[in-house]
């Protein structure tokens, strides 16, 4: 029987309390000893009858009532454990003050007695509540059940290059394609006066409306006969600022300095002007007359044939823009489907694949009736079993219908939600908590679900991070996640539509979030995780004023608090959180608060607080560096902070920094004492000339990140012979030659280098060769006096990927023939190298042509959200064939 959240949940309390890590740092007498384990026989019995009751509460709603109480005790216990860690934490860390000072420390507040003494009550109250549901486990008839454990048996797929990055070609959408093509070629005579006609791609959420676009938009053809391409994802409502500030970026640049909707109008008609403009607008969910009609008004000046493409689910778009091109997307064919389906059920190691296995997935493709998600998906469930009880389980399921509407789209979604381990469950719906389209970047996310209790601390001490990657590779094999990238260390996921509104659906009754507007009239009683999400009737609030979710917050049982909506929050609210014993994640961007209140240093458990991109805030109280729980703070964006706290380096767990500053020198703030950093990201400090100077501890760090500091001119990095990942861009200062001073042996563990923007490099460092047995990634962006790569590039024999793009001077590459373990090779906007790279007939194909994937002068259409969608040349078993690519704007 498959796991639920609520059995998971209950694992995961268990295992904290047997934990031997939690035994050692309890700081509680024996007497309160014997009643956590008590605690624990009674989660014990519980759990051994939760599957049968979780089953059974659909007619019976005193057992609802009780699984309920149940979910509510659980989140006290958790509580209790955290407690019990924070002060074995703070014990440790004044000790030495306990020594000098006993009789002060005895009769204060967080001297042992006192916590002894509020624990114990605490335990015995849960006690008491988990003693009396045991004993109605009789009452309600549950029996003992076993949970088909997700870990045994599972496989999960290898993220390999033609599954990724848009190796993997779109299949069967060669026919639909050139129809939308020959549609956007055709001469329309203008009909009222517009300029313009619109194409309507229709049809079911996952049927491939999104792939279909990208085909068509990054075909030769249509780059050849429009000026300008722009793609836009579409907001839930239909945003027509959003579509102007997208066409402006893509012709003027992403920085349009917070210029008002007037001066945008301005600047759109210079863009549009006489130009022949496609635009695509993806995902529209909901259209108006009225906002048809602003967004063609705003294309009025642009040329004749100008062409809209909107991709949607909803029929009515056509009537509404009054479209006569509309094209209603059909299935797959069942052989493309049945092309699809193998790649993600089966392995593509084997060489001989079950038949039977292929006769049981033939049944369950043809209930597909070609809809590529469902195929995705259920074929990704499939892989994870080879056995065909399983298969057979899944085919025969009530679940796993003929698709007809959406709603049994859905089914099959839920089917393969039910599947999940119930780990997975619970990070797959706490993604609901951000908005929809957000990138799933796994750094983030580490830290996201170690906040919320789902990451752990295990016996085979790996860190937040690892397990955090292992998880997210697994929702990608089951195709939870529909695209993933990789950027450097760093890998990027995004979800469906449909599995966000899946993720929606779950998360709000199985682990109480709540998604709020600034019309919502309450926060419910039970919600543990919060959710504001800008919106059309977003207010802005005095300093001194309460905003409405100020007034909505009157339960301590939030963890969990994700704003992103401006001006949603002023200091007053925040100060009104610290009444949250409990929050354990807070994260703000775009806000516009002044300060943040010294009553931040309150929340103990706080495990990640982001303040990105909040240009008022102009100081961070010192209280903050009492958090000492906290993993991951982002100050990045943060363009009128003056100074950091000084002695940063008491938050002694902190292990990812994200910041801007306005200060000359990062010294003061003891950043380079932290000795459980690992991860530091410094952005967008204009007046930053001295990172930090003298003896540097950052012995852990392993990725360091140093983006748009024009005046920064030294670099003391000798010290961090940890680091795996080095990215410099925008430092016009900054000779990269310098580090040569730090000794021949720089970075020895080094694995990822980038460089951007550094007019002031004419040849690669030499230091880089003390790497030269680790580096397997080189990315060489926008060095525009880049003349030639070293003769030693063919010494490195572990490089796997080499990037080069906007390198306008470089026309050769010497040694790329003699590195054998290159897997992956892209160039782009290097006019004499991308000409001799070309496929089959370039003069130093010969010398490339062992790579297996090769990118050649691929357009890189609009910067959306940190993503791009690029035209690519792929050559793959000595083909040339056509692939989008969607990766990070940066790489």
Known sequence: MASSVLYGFTGRVLQKLGSLALQEDALVDGGMEAELRKLQYALASIKGVLLDAEEKQGHNRKLRAWLEQLKDVLYDVEDLLDDVQCEALRKKLNGQRRKHGKVRYFFSCSSPFTFNLKMGKKICEIGGRLKQMVGEIEGFGLSKRTCDVGGVGVRVREMKPNLVRGFDPIIGRDADKDKIIELLMQQDPPRDGANLSMIPIVGIGGSGKTALASLVFNDARVREDFDLTIWVSMPDDFDVRLVVERIIQCKLGPNLNNLDYPQLQTLLRGVVSRCKLLLVLDDVRKMSCAGWDHLRSHLAEAANGTKVIVTTRDAKVPVITSSLLAYNLQGLSHEDSISLFKTWAFDQNEREVNPRLLQIGDEIVGRCRGVPLALKMLGGLLYSKDDERFWELVRDSDMCRSIQTEEDLLRILNLCYTYLPSHLKQCFALCSVFRRGHIIVDLDMAYFWAACGLITSSNDNRTPEDVCNKYLKELWSRSFFQEAWQSGPSLSFKMHDLLYDLALSVSTEQIDCSMLSHSSQRIPERTRH????????????????????????????????????????????????SKCNYLRFMHFSYSSFEELPSSIGKLKHLTALSLGVNGHIKKLPDAICTLHGLLFLSVSGCSGLEELPQ???????????LLTTKQKSLLKSGIHRMKSLRYLLICNCGSLEVLFAGTVCLNNLLSLTIENCPQLVSLPLGELTALESLRIAGCDKFMLTQLEDNGPDLFPKLRFFTVVASPRLVHLPQWLLASADTLEELCIIDCINLTALPEWLQDLKHLIKLHIFGCPRLSSMQGVDLLTTLQELRIACCPELSKKCQVEDGELWPEVSHVPFIKVDWKVIQPNDHEAVCIVCLKASGKRLLSISRSSYIC
Not at 647 to 657: K, P
């Open 647 to 657: 002695d940063m380096d008491r938050m002694i767990n902190l292990r990812s920094l």
């Open 530 to 577: 919060v959710s504001l999400l800008q919106t059309a009737s977003s207010g802005q609030f005095k300093e001194n004023e309460a905003s409405p979710f100020s007034s909505k917050l009157k339960s301590n049982r939030v963890r969990l608090i994700n704003c992103e909506s401006q001006d949603a929050f002023n200091t007053r609210d925040v100060d009104s959180m």
